[in-house]
């Protein structure tokens, strides 16, 4: 009975031939952002659509840059406590990491016209600022009932064989029909077909039984990821006054990738049989993107903003290499680890969602509280090619991804016209539709596609199996300033905040009725981050 895998390897050509999957979850991974800017933007939760006088406007609105009076420059560090919890089935782990970073340097400048009315001023800004931290380690440790084999010997369905097998004159990894991870499974030992030449194959771990074959449960099960990297954006950007009541602003932003993912997986069916897996993954390259901006202050205690911030065009590159091996009954499948072949790689273009961003602000004298409210299109996320034809990522997108929201708001308070007290909050939907978070299967119930299968959770390229589903995220922040002398100031926050998700070690596949064929169970992941953030500020 054919059936369908919850995550298809679409394979395709790429640069230097090499045959890959590039999915919708990396996607998703690579077009997010943090909470991140200098410490009176995180104390305020980032509500600063309406306000501006920061220079964190440049990557969120940029009219906040015509509100500054006098020319800054500014910087901030922070150290970063990352904590990540899993819940498997009743199996809890923990795993933690601190991390120093620079988050952000930046330069603006004022120049007056001297005119009171119409254009007061002109402001230019250029910053550095980190817009995505991916550092982070998390582990997966306890028992289910399925193993990563049987996913293997389903997602190989319909394949030959012959077509796995590797010789002198032909190479399956190279072969756009055959995805990467079935071949290393097949040549790691981790399934086998019923029989020989056939196209239908089972787990190797298991037995002959009185109706057929019988595969085995792992008794442990191990999964340890350990993610590095960061998102660093280059603003260049304009703005100016008018009036003192309309506030325009433009930003052009070059955008810079680099992130890293290793991953040991490991199953011990019995002390003598066991299995592992082991990858690594590294993207890179850059993109552009631009914002636009506006805020009108109606009377001197009000402020509305809007801006729109464009997507990201990137182009990247994917470097992978992943190995595995068997042990059944203490033979090893082979004298040493199959792996995939060195330094392979796949270029190819992603655009990430645009947004839109709405503020109010109300402005006292020793008080101001403000609200933003972000909307993101995720299903605008696009993956394709470099000759520009869409990849199969880019479907399962339009399927799996709708609108998430931010809710940010944030107070601040004047103690002493030198020390000021903040806070703020943030809450984040995600945008993946219900089926993805809650793994059903992946039959349209209605509509231009009923009936037909679909890719509900696409994992990495090469072959790492594993992948996680966003569940949303909350924060808290609270934060201090002090102003030393007219000129120069030192602010401080803190910001608690916890990401929720799913982790999977591996994808569910479905029979065309849309029962469970191979179960994956999923970990409950939470990552809670403490960020102290320090920034330094000189006016003039």
């Known amino acids: 009975m054919k059936r369908v895998a919850c995550l298809f390897i679409s394979a395709f050509f790429l640069a230097g031939g090499v045959a890959y999957a590039q999915g919708e979850m990396d996607a998703y991974r690579m077009s997010q952002t943090d909470l991140n800017g200098t410490a009176r933007y995180l104390g305020m939760s980032g509500a600063f659509g309406a306000l501006g006088g920061d220079i964190s406007s440049m990557s969120t609105n940029p009219a906040g840059l015509g509100i500054y009076r006098s020319s800054e420059v500014v910087t901030t560090i922070s150290l970063s406590s990352i904590k990540a919890n899993t819940n498997w089935n009743g199996s809890k782990a923990d795993e933690s990491k601190t991390r120093f970073n620079f988050d952000n340097i930046a330069y603006v400048g004022y120049f007056p016209t001297g005119n009171d009315e119409g254009i007061v001023g002109w402001n230019l800004g250029v910053s550095y600022n980190r817009v995505k931290s991916f550092n982070r ?16 010997a389903d997602l190989t369905s319909g394949i030959s064989e012959g077509d796995l097998i590797l010789t002198n004159n032909y190479d399956p990894y190279f072969d756009s029909r055959v995805p990467w991870l079935s071949t290393l499974g097949y040549e790691a030992g981790f399934f086998e077909p019923y029989q020989q030449g056939g196209k239908e194959y089972h787990s190797s771990f298991g037995k002959q039984g009185a109706n057929g074959w019988e595969a085995y449960s792992p008794q442990n099960v191990d999964l340890q ?4 990297g960061s998102i660093g954006q280059y603003n260049f950007s304009f703005a100016t006054n008018i009036s003192d009541r309309f506030f325009l602003g433009a930003t052009v932003a070059i955008t810079d990738m680099d992130y890293s993912l290793s991953t040991k997986y490991t199953e011990d069916f019995t002390t003598t049989t066991y299995a592992w897996l082991d990858n690594g993954l590294t993207t890179s390259g850059t993109g552009y993107a631009f914002n636009l901006g506006a805020i009108v202050r109606p009377t001197d205690f009000l402020r509305f903003g809007v801006a729109y911030n464009s997507p990201t065009w990137y182009k990247l590159t994917d470097y992978f290499h992943g190995s595995a091996q068997t042990y059944i009954n ?16 796949g270029s190819y273009h992603m655009r990430t969602p645009d947004r839109w961003i709405f503020s109010a602000a109300g402005v006292g004298k020793n008080f101001l509280v403000s609200v933003d409210y972000e909307l993101t299109n995720y299903k605008r996320m696009n993956l394709n090619d470099l000759d520009g034809y869409d990849l199969q990522g880019t479907d399962d997108i339009k399927k799996d991804f709708g609108m998430s ?3 940010k708001v944030g107070a601040e308070v004047k103690i002493t016209p030198q020390f000021s007290v903040r806070a703020g909050t943030l809450w984040r939907t995600s945008p993946m539709k219900d089926h993805v978070k809650n793994g059903i299967s992946p039959i349209h119930d209605s509509g231009e596609h009923a009936g037909e299968y679909y890719q509900t959770a696409v994992g990495v390229v090469g072959t790492v199996p594993n992948y996680t589903v966003d569940k949303g ?16 100031y030192a602010d401080l926050a803190c910001v608690y905040r ?17 029962e469970v064929f191979v179960k994956s169970d999923p970990a409950s992941l939470k990552t809670k981050t403490t960020q102290v953030a320090l920034t330094l500020g000189y006016k003039f």
């Open 137 to 152: 380690n998390y582990r997966m440790s306890g028992a289910q009932a399925y193993s990563l084999a049987d996913y293997m």
């Open 225 to 228: 990821v350990n993610e590095k």
């Open 330 to 345: 203490d033979i090893s499948w082979g004298d040493k680890p199959h792996e995939t072949p060195e330094y392979q790689s």
């Open 405 to 407: 929201g931010t809710l």
């Open 473 to 488: 995220t909350n924060s808290y922040s609270i934060g201090l300033g002090y102003r030393f002398t007219p000129s120069f």
């Open 498 to 514: 916890e990401y929720k998700e799913d982790a999977y070690a591996f994808p569910s596949t479905y029979l065309p009725n849309g």
